[in-house]
């Protein structure tokens, strides 16, 4: 399953990559690209996963990199 | 400005007005004045902590979070050391200096994403359904195939479809480039993302939103990102070493000089702390790809798409294009492109053959009627008995006559005596009465302005073009003359195309790309095997869009030349930022070291060297091509 999130006040493109990196480590997430220039989160995550708690644990990852990060949902 | 930089701008503008009274004081002696040192440092700290708490805060929580090597950890100790030494001004003046950068940088950076943004602002917001003869504002995505849409001037076409109703001109400039408008009439198939002209349309759509062409097409642009170019992952790859080894290099710089050559602290420990204001790659970091998506930006400009970073740098590498030859250089429909009369006929020998082949449905005859018809006074000759002889041609009664129309197979079965042709294309002999009277010949057109788009891509750095045809000898031959190109291949089965690119791959250089050009119909296996593959005239042409790298959306040959201009500009710019970059860098830490360089030099060297790259990558978005 592919789904597509904005993400609001990501404003350094050093960070999108460290948060990328932290996703993609997220069990059940298959892929996942930060875009820094669309400021979206592309997340591709196994079928039997949930995409809620998914997108759960990626805020953790974003926020630990940065706080006034967030994904829309 | 978002609310958030409005902050930081009031914070820099208190702590900045502090700081120059305090500027002052310092060069007045006035600092010296207060009762104590301590008294002083607690000047310094309010400035200080206005503009930095923010900065303090988020190093705590990511040393708590197990990230170590941040800016704001390096920009703490930095200016914490600075207290130390204290050059209490000049901590505050770093803090601040750091925090106007970045405040531009951010500022910058939104802009330029911004203006990116709006290239790509082809996504419909809405469309206007139609539901028991009432108009609604619905949302695209919740449109079913078959329903009726209205599209009202100066809207965009939401979902693709077929009009039904209304006439109108379409810009579709957005998507193609192509600035002059593109009539509609009902029956005609429309594209969204075009931007509706004068005219209100009525459209059935024929296809849901998430397969239409915007939404392809905005797919693909955004995904261009991760696809990285080499000199991307090389940045990412420089970038995870870069602060590590400058931090350590900071940390030897404070304690072993001063051991060894019996120093004081305090002056290795500041040129410690300019090593490590400067150990952010940030500058590198953004304007690299930030380059790369003015690049991509820029070709969408002309109606380009690349579908990555990383084709874009193969682009300004490309050294042999391979072009099919049927819909790409030539226009893939036939024309008639010449009429022969024999010696003293008086008969129109084109009125003749199309008389008799306006009872065919083969595409020749077709074609020999178009042209026909495109005659002053067109008029068709009363023919009866029409006769079609299948692998020969047609045969019919004209006044009294027999008239025969067919190749030369035909011309031999009735003991005709006449010359057979030579050269390019498909030839229709016409014989009245067992006489030859002429003959028309019908051929594939080479594409308008096909020979000076060859032209241009050798003057844009092409070396080697080349030309693969399933076509025969002839016409290959004469398609090949006239665009001038390089090498020409005929008589190829569809997989002998696939095995001819993969020659040329493995004879170029390793740093010669290969790229073929195809329209994209039946070359997908072609397309995906070139180094490029580039597909032409492909607008609404899914097939074409997946297997392709590159994707013109209109016909025109002459994007390729513009498209390998764009792409040598990035390539230029990026190198120029990481060599500016990594210079001024290099330098600050060579003069930092010896203690030449100031904190100040330090801040600039990262947040300025920043910004300055930052702009430059924006050059090719704004330049023409």
């Not at chain 2, 500058?283 to 002309?302: C, E, N, T, Y």
């Amino acid at each position: 399953m592919k789904k597509k999130f904005k993400v609001e006040n990501l404003d350094c493109a050093h960070c999108a990559a460290k948060m990328e990196d932290a996703i993609k480590k997220i069990p059940g997430v298959e892929d996942a690209v930060m875009n820094f220039m669309t400021q979206k989160l592309t997340l591709e995550i196994a079928d039997d996963a949930n995409m809620d708690e998914i997108v759960d644990k990626a805020q953790e990852c974003v926020t630990k990199v940065s706080i006034v990060c967030e994904i829309i949902r | 400005m978002t609310s958030r930089q409005k902050k930081v701008l009031y914070r820099i503008l208190i702590s900045g007005i502090m700081f120059i009274i305090l500027f002052a004081m310092e060069h007045t002696g006035g600092l010296e004045a207060l009762s104590s040192k301590w008294m002083a440092l607690v000047v310094c700290l309010v400035p200080y902590l206005i503009i930095g708490y923010d900065v303090i805060l988020k190093a705590i929580r990511n040393i708590r979070n197990g990230q170590v090597f941040d800016e704001n950890f390096l920009m703490m100790i930095a200016t914490f050391g600075a207290f130390v030494v204290s050059e209490y001004i000049e901590a505050v003046a770093v803090m601040l200096f750091y925090q106007v950068g970045e405040l531009f940088q951010s500022y910058a950076v939104g802009k330029s994403r911004q203006s990116i943004a709006d290239l790509m602002d082809i996504c419909p917001e809405y469309a206007n359904l139609e539901i028991d003869g009432q108009i609604e504002e619905v949302d695209p995505e919740d449109v079913e195939i078959g329903s009726i849409v209205l599209i009202k001037p100066g809207e965009k076409v939401p979902l693709d479809g077929i009009v039904i109703e209304g006439e109108s001109f379409l810009d579709t400039s957005a998507l193609t480039g192509e600035s002059v408008p593109r009539k509609i009439y009902p029956n005609d198939e429309i594209i969204s993302g075009c931007i509706n002209g004068s005219g209100t349309l009525r459209v059935r759509v024929t296809k849901e939103f998430d397969d239409s062409t915007v939404a392809k097409i905005l797919e693909l642009v955004e995904n261009a990102s991760s696809k990285k170019a080499k000199v991307e992952n090389f940045i990412t790859r420089f970038a995870k070493y870069y602060t590590p080894f400058v931090t350590i290099a900071a940390l030897i710089l404070a304690i072993v000089p001063p051991i060894i050559l019996q120093d004081n602290w305090m002056i290795w420990l500041e040129r410690a702390c300019i090593f490590l204001v400067i150990s952010c790659p940030c500058a590198l970091v953004i304007s690299v790809p930030m380059g790369f998506f003015g690049g991509i930006g820029a070709a969408s400009k002309i109606g380009v798409l690349v579908k990555g970073s990383n084709y874009l740098e193969l682009l300004s590498e490309m050294d042999t294009i391979v072009f099919d030859k049927t819909g790409t250089l030539t226009n893939g429909v036939f024309e008639v492109t010449e009429v022969i009369r024999k010696k003293g006929v008086h008969e129109n020998v084109l009125q003749i053959a199309a008389s008799v082949e306006a009872f065919s449905t083969h595409p020749i005859a077709e074609s020999i009627c178009k042209a026909y018809n495109k005659e002053e006074n067109a008029e068709a000759l009363k023919v009866i008995d029409v006769e079609e002889i299948s692998g020969h041609g047609v045969r019919a009664k004209l006044d009294e006559s027999e008239v025969l129309v067919g190749n030369i197979k035909m011309m031999k079965a009735h003991g005709i005596s006449c010359k057979a042709h030579k050269g390019s294309g498909t030839v229709v002999y016409v014989a009245k009465d067992n006489a030859y009277l002429g003959a028309v010949i019908i051929s594939d057109t080479i594409k308008e302005g096909a020979a000076k788009a060859i032209k241009k891509m050798k003057i844009a750095g092409v070396s080697k073009t080349v030309m693969l045809t399933g076509d025969r000898k002839e016409a290959a031959l004469a398609v090949a003359e006239e665009l001038k190109l390089d090498e020409v291949h005929y008589e190829l089965l569809p997989g002998d195309k696939v095995s001819k690119v993969e020659e040329y791959i493995e004879t170029a250089d390793r740093n010669a790309k290969v790229a073929f050009v195809g329209d994209g119909i039946n070359d997908a296996p072609v397309l995906a095997r070139a180094d490029i593959g580039i597909a032409m005239g492909s607008l609404g042409s899914d097939a074409a869009i997946e297997a392709a790298d590159v994707v013109i959306m209109d016909d025109d040959l002459r994007k390729i030349s513009r498209v390998i201009k764009i792409s040598k500009k990035t390539m230029s710019i990026v190198k120029q930022n990481i060599v500016f970059a990594l210079g001024v860098k290099g330098l600050i830490l060579l003069l930092g070291a010896l203690g030449m360089a100031t904190m100040w030099a330090a801040v600039f060297a990262d947040v300025g060297v920043a910004v300055i790259a930052i702009l430059n990558s924006m050059r090719t978005l704004n330049a023409k091509f």
